[in-house]
Structure formats: C-alpha cells, structure tokens
C-alpha cells in the first residue's frame, strides 16, 4: 500500500481510498456509493466533493451529511 511514495514522504502516510463525490451528488447517491464500495473505502468520516474538472470544492464530515 502507498509503494510509489518515498519512504519519508507525506504521500506515504496518506490515505488514498476516500469517499469523493461530485459536486451534484445527492445524499441518497452519497449513501449508496459508499454502502457499494464500503470494502474498499480505507476512511469514511469525510466525504469529499469536487467539480467535473476534478477540483475540491469542499470536505463534509458524515455525521454532517446525515444530521
């Protein structure tokens, strides 16, 4: 896991599998894909969001998202 990074490197530590949803994305398309791909998914307290261009747009806790 997390091979390519040099040993000393923050790309090492960091987690890669994440929750990352479109910009768009409803709560229910948000639920589903993480219940989908939950084995896969190394975190899950953040879900985060980004444009079609593939820029973070923004960072939401899960507690949040289902309040």
Same mark, same amino acid.
């Given at each position: 896991?997390?091979?390519? @990074? ?5 790309? =090492?530590l960091?987690?890669? *599998? ?9 709560? +229910?398309?948000?639920?589903? @894909?993480?219940?989908?791909?939950i084995? =896969?998914?190394?975190?899950? *307290? ?9 820029? +973070? ?11």
């Amino acid at each position: 896991m997390n091979n390519n @990074y040099p040993k000393d490197s923050a790309g =090492k530590l960091m987690t890669k *599998n994440v929750p990352v949803v479109f910009l768009d994305a409803t709560i +229910l398309e948000i639920e589903k @894909y993480i219940f989908k791909n939950i084995k =896969k998914l190394e975190s899950i *307290n953040y879900v985060y969001i980004i444009s079609k261009n593939n820029v +973070l747009k923004g960072v939401i806790s899960i507690k949040e998202l289902f309040r």
